[in-house]
């Protein structure tokens, strides 16, 4: 475990040095480890929009890998730090806010046993911990410790995994009609090339037809889209399509060279952004 | 080579954590490669920037590093994926639309042997290889089996190097006007401090006496300049000078405590941008 | 020694592949060093910003670090080149034009017994150097040599700490006023979160009473808060603060789920930013 890889996930952007000083915390405690910064872009305090990116990105690394995440408009503040261990998949370490709810609610569904540990003992944080910086001076180096095989319970006592803080809404509702089902998400994401992903996993539709298929509709305030499309290469350019991401989850993009979606809003409508609600209607 | 190099260089910013999935799928083979992030800001399906970009910087590592290039407007549609071997340089891994025309032509006029192979062999692909996201499932999983020590012609059929797609016009034409040349470029980068890199290496110049240095001309739509200078310090603060840039092409800077030529151009004169035609003249 | 740990700061973004290559020329030389990026992002030729975010960061890193930084607008200049050792912290190295004077200031009234050198042997630079990137051929060879553990008296010749450059007025000043001190100090970063960080470490005020921790007030032109602060639960949404920041120093930050101050300024006033006086008063 000594060599183990670390994620780095935060609000922190990368200007001011804060992520630097967290990997030097954590090479100072473990220099072997491995680190890999998902992203630091997360929006200022959106814990939502965090949750949804660890969730993307989780199982495209190692088991016993241990995923930092720090979005904390709570440090300082009573809220809990905690260590979420997910077996054959690794470690969440990172304020007890909601922003590890999507992984814990797909993980309960394929029935994984989940445990999570209160972050309280100071022997595994710096020796100084400032009031607004957890990131640098609890979580950082816990992760270290996990990376050096420190068991998750000497952090401190378990939590019950329905005792965690969850995000509200965050998972899509689906509301049967008749013979048609109405999938009411959010937008999780618009990536760096206008892609809208949503929150809703491919695997909630279950299998449809193709004429099914065909009829999928997508509605965001002013932006809609019909039918679920396999690749780019089946619209034509400027059309908007509905696809499953690389990550499994629905997304409306739209060819032209790059899919973009940005600035294409008509006048007066409300701006299309994280959190957005929107609905996927099968029939 | 099971700690060598991989580079990492794409249109894929560094917000959505693509990049940091596709080093989850390195490290998940070899835990032990050497990543270094070259740039992920290419512009989204700029293919030309990126091959210039790469072609700036690749002889800058050591010999076997493995660099792996994705700008990849065709992901998902027939183009090919390749691996081309460049005998003590290294190995580039990504798409076949152009990325390595720089590389290809430059290391040809140098006589090297270059090589390369069909990337189609799915078991170095990631068991799932979604439509989208070859960068992850296809590109990623090779760059480590290469760090391995696996031979490219295990991934695939070999392809000859004139079969491999080139850019137009990405190279600079020469033109010999009596007594003097014009050399015909495109701007290859605006960078960071607001230097124009131009495509031209400097030694397309040829031996050039005092005269003729202090006689070049440059000429970009408004951007004008006149004279080849050896630093900064040999011209006056705010004054645009002729450099040759760090990695060996013609630049414009200019001089004013930091060199830039953003938004100094004449009114309704069209912008200066990657791609902008350019003109070099010696006499 | 050798996976001694490097950290990186300089002012060339993230998008031309100018840190990339850094890393190679280090990884050429020694593909054991642990490389932490601190930022890239200070602002072009920028030496002040350079030289406190360096100060923030230095002491949350192992002992013998080997910091790398690069703001230099100098370049190709006759400016010198330094390699500055802080004895149980580690090595500095860059241009000498003020970058450390934070550092030396710092250390000196800790008593440290501060050394430099020059780097003049061109044994330890790249074969070629170029005259505008020594941050590539020098400066990024010479950090790469001091991981293997080669010493710096052999780099060249020593230079006294008081014939180093150091920046004009970069240490606040204390002014005593009957009962009362003013400290005059600068901005010194504004952070992400748009918290305004001075130059001003906190044990500068030296001990306060409840009473004098109250009445504290900061004056940075149309910027005025009152009252040192222990964390952000103290006040209300969209009030500002004082507090000691995460590193030590004094900062205003503003409550409102975020902690901003961006563009609260009042029309006409001028810009506070980066270099700003200000003024902190006890009484």
């Known amino acids: 475990l000594s060599s183990a890889l670390i994620t780095l996930t935060s609000d922190f952007g990368y200007d001011d040095g804060y992520v630097g000083m967290m990997k030097g915390v954590i090479y100072s405690i473990n220099p072997a480890a491995l680190l890999v910064d998902l992203s630091h872009s997360i929006a200022a305090h959106n814990i939502g929009q965090g949750a949804f990116l660890l969730h993307q990105a989780y199982r495209h690394f190692p088991p016993t890998t241990i ?112 013979q048609s089902r109405l999938i009411k998400g959010q937008v999780a994401q618009i990536d760096h090339f206008g892609n809208v992903i949503t929150n809703i996993p491919a695997n909630l539709l279950g299998e449809l037809t193709q004429a099914q298929r065909d009829k999928i509709r997508f509605k965001c305030g002013w932006l809609t889209a019909k039918g679920l499309k396999q690749t780019y290469g089946q619209a034509k350019k400027g059309q908007l399509l509905i696809l499953v991401s690389s990550s499994g989850f629905i997304e409306v993009a739209r060819v032209e060279g790059m899919a973009y979606v940005y600035g294409t809003g008509v006048e007066g409508s409300p701006k299309i952004t994280v959190g957005s609600p929107l609905t996927l209607s099968i029939s």
Chains 1, 2, 3 share one sequence.
Do not use: M
């Open 67 to 178: 995923n930092l995440a720090v979005v904390d408009p709570g440090v300082g503040t009573a809220r809990r730090a905690i260590c979420l261990i997910v077996p054959e998949v690794g470690y969440f370490v990172g304020p007890d806010n909601g922003l590890f709810s999507y992984i814990i609610k797909a993980e309960q569904e394929r029935g994984a046993n989940l445990t999570a540990f209160a972050l309280t003992d100071p022997t595994y944080h710096r020796a100084e911990v400032s009031s607004t910086f957890h990131g640098r001076d609890i979580f950082a180096p816990i992760a270290a410790h996990l990376s050096l095989g420190e068991a998750p319970a000497n952090f401190g006592p378990a939590v019950e995994i329905d005792q965690l803080v969850k995000l509200e809404k965050f998972w899509p509702e689906i509301v049967q009609k008749g």
